[in-house]
Nanobody, 126 residues
Framework: QLQLVESGGGLVQPGGSLRLSCAAS????????IGWFRQAPGKEREGVSC????????YSADSVKGRFTISRDNAKNMAYLQMNSLKPEDTAVYYC???????????????????WGKGTLVTVYS
């Protein structure tokens, strides 16, 4: 069974931090690019931060640059999103995904993202 499972979401005050985790099962992440996406109620899903498989190059949306950091640990078949200085507008369901697109195409257009988790809710209290 091929699955991605997110965890680590919750309620946090503005300015606080959370670390989201993405665990893969049924396949290995070594050769996949990984992306974190989010969707707020009534809004379109957007790419947050993505990391390549080949050289670990990254892309982050302007709205989270300097605050969020994506990383991966292939030995553990895991990916992470460290979120600092959280703002109320960061409130959303956060999804991890895996695919074969370039990091920019994946994050901006969701090209080649074949596997998706079911999401974890992050609520930043205002």
């Amino acid at each position: 069974q091929l699955q991605l499972v997110e965890s680590g979401g919750g309620l946090v005050q503005p300015g606080g931090s959370l670390r989201l985790s993405c665990a893969a099962s049924g396949f290995t992440l070594d050769y996949y690019a990984i992306g974190w996406f989010r969707q707020a109620p009534g809004k379109e899903r957007e790419g947050v931060s993505c990391i390549s498989s080949s050289d670990n190059s990254t892309y982050s949306a302007d709205s989270v640059k300097g605050r969020f950091t994506i990383s991966r640990d292939n030995a553990k078949n895991m990916a992470y999103l460290q979120m600092n200085s959280l703002k109320p507008e960061d409130t959303a369901v956060y999804y991890c995904a895996a695919g074969w697109a370039t990091v920019v195409a994946m994050c901006v257009k969701e090209y080649g993202m074949d596997y998706w988790g079911k999401g974890t809710l992050v609520t930043v209290y205002s």
